[in-house]
């Protein structure tokens, strides 16, 4: 008798002793839209996260968890998501969203039952239905979507990771003190937010950048200094104790292998490393060496995992992926008002007057084949490897939105994943970031140079002639606010800290990389263009109020009350982690220290001299104003 072979003819292994692991990283992040608009942009886009992904992915978890499966993935809440779906504002006007969307489809079911469209009109219930179900979840989580996420992660089911606190793109960020700022205070919204600190990071845009001389890649100008040295991502990362981030395909194929110390505090049965290969190259962890592993050799070293290539262009493209499936809901093409959706994919590049009608129990149908799809292109990846030492790993990392929002079938895909690899003996396993580095040991150290996800590989996303003027702005405000954090004076009056810390905060606003990656896509450039002009005159007259504290007008008091009610995110933020030095490090026992309200005391002995020769040479006063 044939042994059963229903992942495309494989033999199958005995998945009790995985063979090879998938991990799966699911990033889930918005801008801060909060009190910044409605629709077409706005917190409409919170509400439709929320309905559409992750009240549905809870739904997924919870039907795993019924069944006696855990979805073993890493799942980033970035915290200016946490900050959104916390906020009273959002929790308040969600149930009014879904009320509507529950109308509107009422609505359409009425008009279509009076065309004799019956088919619409089932599509139409289909509609009322998801939307109601999204109301009661919602209502019986209390109003808290972390709440739900927060108890899987307590029961081992994910692992949730953390962000830079706004979204910051790290290789363009302009001091060492605003990445280590993104830094630090995404792992205290964490900790707040879900009560344990984390250990591995989502890097925005999968932006690295390594230690080196850096110089403002924007036109010179009084207000920027000369090329200087800065920290590389890995160092702030490791500071602040995480012990994991992920980039993408290109940077561990271009980098460079270096001598690879011991993992601190682990046996050195595990720390030796696996021996390289071309076909494992991108199917394990590495340490990230470089200046910072160099310079000290106590410090923390912090892992990195690879994206995987071809699963993800599977999983991503409109093109020739899952999502552009004729059987799937099509995106773009809805019915008005209520902007609910009727029609299919149908086929690429078909006109929206083309688009058939959509039907749920065949989507369904084409979840399942590729979901199996999916799991076979595992197995080919790993394959070579599964006669190593130690197991491979595929790192599958994709924005969290496209699953439910942009592909409305993600979340049943993602299902059907995890019901395959627990159900059929194919020897992969489900594993998150931290689980795989307890167990199995890094493939080496490594060096790897600047780069992104982002098309070219490079920062052009985020830094081209159409965006380049939104640095100009940016580097001189982060100059500004370091120089004031470090002064101190803001601690000695109520009035003080408060335009202070709203300056941090409108900081990092200014500092999101949505802003540039919209311009640039032209996906919502006006609305992106608004914000960042809004966040610049915001942080212009906190600036002006800071130089001018002892004779505010009340016109000047009402409008920081104003600025503070609107830009209502990080209330416990600490401007001392913008003074010039600041770090967060780790003490003997592995955990980085709580840093008090008051501002972190710098510790002389901790000192970068490199970076305080730099610091040495900037001038006191950075004006600001347009290009």
């Known amino acids: 008798m044939k042994t059963p072979t229903p992942l495309g003819g494989r033999p199958l292994t005995d998945s009790t002793n995985p063979s090879g692991y998938l991990s799966l990283t699911l990033h889930a992040h918005l801008p801060y839209v909060v009190n910044h608009g409605t629709w077409p942009h706005g917190i409409e886009w919170l509400h439709e996260a929320a309905a559409e992904t992750y009240l549905p992915l809870l739904c997924v978890l919870r039907n795993l968890e019924r069944d006696g499966i855990a979805l073993h993935c890493n799942l980033n809440l970035s915290p200016v998501l946490l900050e959104q ?11 009014h969203y879904l009320e509507r969307k529950i109308t509107a489809a009422g609505e359409d079911e009425a008009y279509f039952n009076t065309t004799g469209e019956q088919h619409f009109a089932e599509t139409a219930r289909f509609w009322h239905s998801f939307f109601s179900e999204a109301l009661s979840d919602f209502e019986a989580l209390g109003r808290d979507i972390i709440r739900g996420f927060r108890e899987f992660d307590d029961k081992g089911m994910i692992e949730l990771i953390t962000c830079g606190a706004t979204h910051g793109y790290m290789p363009l960020l302009g001091t060492d003190e605003s990445l280590r700022a993104q830094v630090r205070l995404a792992v205290d919204t964490h900790e707040r937010h879900l009560g344990k600190r984390p250990r591995g990071i989502w890097i925005p845009e999968c932006g690295y950048r390594p230690a080196g001389k850096w110089a403002y890649p924007v ?6 200094p000369e090329a200087f040295e800065r920290i590389g991502v890995e160092q702030a990362l490791s500071e602040s104790g995480l012990e994991f981030f992920l980039v993408d395909t290109h940077l561990i194929e271009e980098s460079a292998r270096v001598a690879s110390p011991y993992d601190r505090g682990k046996p050195r049965a595990q720390s030796v490393p696996v021996p390289q290969a071309a076909y494992r190259k991108l199917y394990q962890p590495y340490y990230v060496g470089g200046a910072y592993a160099e310079k000290d050799s106590k410090k923390r070293l912090v892992s990195v995992f690879p994206r995987d290539p071809r699963t993800g262009l599977q999983v991503w493209s409109g093109e020739s992926g899952y999502p552009g499936d004729p059987a799937y809901l099509d995106f773009h093409k809805k ?14 590049h078909i006109e929206m007057d083309k688009k058939e009608p959509y039907y749920p129990q065949q989507a369904a149908e084409r979840v399942h084949s590729h979901a199996s799809h999916f799991v076979q292109l595992i197995w080919e990846a790993l394959e ?6 130690f197991p491979p790993v595929l790192s599958a990392p994709f924005d969290a939105e496209l699953f439910g929002h942009w592909w409305f079938e993600g979340p049943q895909w993602i299902e059907a994943v995890a019901r395959i690899l627990h159900n059929y003996p194919a020897g992969i396993a489900m594993i998150t970031g931290s689980e795989y580095l307890d167990r199995y040991p890094r493939g080496g150290s490594i060096t790897m140079h600047e780069g992104s996800w982002g098309a070219e590989g490079t920062n052009h996303v985020w830094m081209n002639p159409e965006t380049a003027w939104t640095y100009t702005q940016l580097y001189p405000a982060e100059l500004y606010l370091r120089e004031v954090c470090t002064a101190g004076k803001w601690r000695e009056s109520e009035l003080g800290t408060r335009i202070v810390q709203q300056m941090c905060r409108e900081l990092l606003l200014l500092e999101s990389s949505d802003w540039q990656f919209l311009i640039t896509t032209g996906a919502a450039r006006d609305y992106a263009e608004m914000r960042f002009h809004d966040h610049h005159e915001e942080f212009n007259a906190l ?17 920081l009350a104003a600025i503070e009610e609107r830009d209502s995110l990080f209330l416990e933020i600490d401007p001392g982690y913008w003074a010039a030095g600041a770090r967060e490090t780790l003490n003997s026992g592995g955990e980085a220290p709580r840093i008090s309200g008051a501002g972190p005391k710098i510790d002389e002995n901790d000192r970068d001299p490199v970076e305080d020769s730099t610091l040495s040479k900037l001038p006191k006063f950075i004006p600001t104003g347009t290009p």
């Open 543 to 559: 600036k002006s109020m800071w130089e001018s504290i002892d004779s505010l007008s009340e016109e000047q008091l009402q409008r």
């Open 85 to 95: 779906l916390a906020h009273p504002v959002f929790q308040a006007e969600f149930p």
């Open 384 to 389: 070579c490897s599964f006669g190593d030492a």
């Open 219 to 224: 036109p010179a100008t009084e207000a920027l």
């Open 335 to 348: 019915r008005w008002p209520g902007g609910h959706r009727y029609w299919r994919v149908t086929g690429s």
